[in-house]
C-alpha cells in the first residue's frame, strides 16, 4: 500500500524556519520524483518544489526560490522541504506527491499525502 505522510510543519514567525519531511512506504522511492505542493485558504493548489530520481534534479517556484531546499535520501525512503525565511504568504497546506518525472501537471502525481499545516505569523 503506496502511503505518503508529512510531517513539520506549524506554527512560525516570518523570517522563521522549518522543515517538512515526507515519509514514503509501500514503494521504492528512488525510482520516482517528489513534489512538494501547497494550498492556502480560498486559493488554489500550487506547485512548491520538486526533486527527480534519475539526476537529482531540483525545481523551485519562483516564489520560494533561495528560500526553500528540497532534498531526498533514497535508503531512508524520505524527501524534506527546508523552509527558510518564512513569510505570511507562505501560509498554507503543505502536501508531498509522488511522480515519473516532476511534471508542471500535478494531474500526473498519482500519490499523495495528507498534508501539514504551515502558518506564519507574528
Known amino acids: 500500500q503506496v502511503q505518503l505522510v508529512e510531517s513539520g510543519g506549524g506554527l512560525v514567525q516570518p523570517g522563521g524556519s522549518l522543515r517538512l519531511s515526507c515519509a514514503a512506504s509501500g514503494f521504492t522511492l528512488d525510482n520516482y520524483a517528489i513534489g512538494w505542493f501547497r494550498q492556502a485558504p480560498g486559493k488554489e493548489r500550487e506547485g512548491v518544489s520538486c526533486?527527480?530520481?534519475?539526476?537529482?534534479?531540483?525545481y523551485y517556484a519562483e516564489s520560494v526560490k533561495g528560500r526553500f531546499t528540497i532534498s531526498r535520501d533514497n535508503a531512508k525512503n524520505m524527501v524534506w522541504l527546508q523552509m527558510n525565511n518564512l513569510k505570511p504568504e507562505d501560509t498554507a497546506v503543505y502536501y508531498c506527491?509522488?511522480?515519473?518525472?516532476?511534471?508542471?501537471?500535478?494531474?500526473?502525481?498519482?500519490?499523495w499525502g495528507q498534508g501539514t499545516q504551515v502558518t506564519v505569523s507574528s
Open positions: 526533486i527527480r530520481s534519475s539526476d537529482g534534479s531540483t
Open positions: 506527491a509522488v511522480d515519473s518525472y516532476c511534471s508542471v501537471d500535478e494531474g500526473t502525481y498519482a500519490y
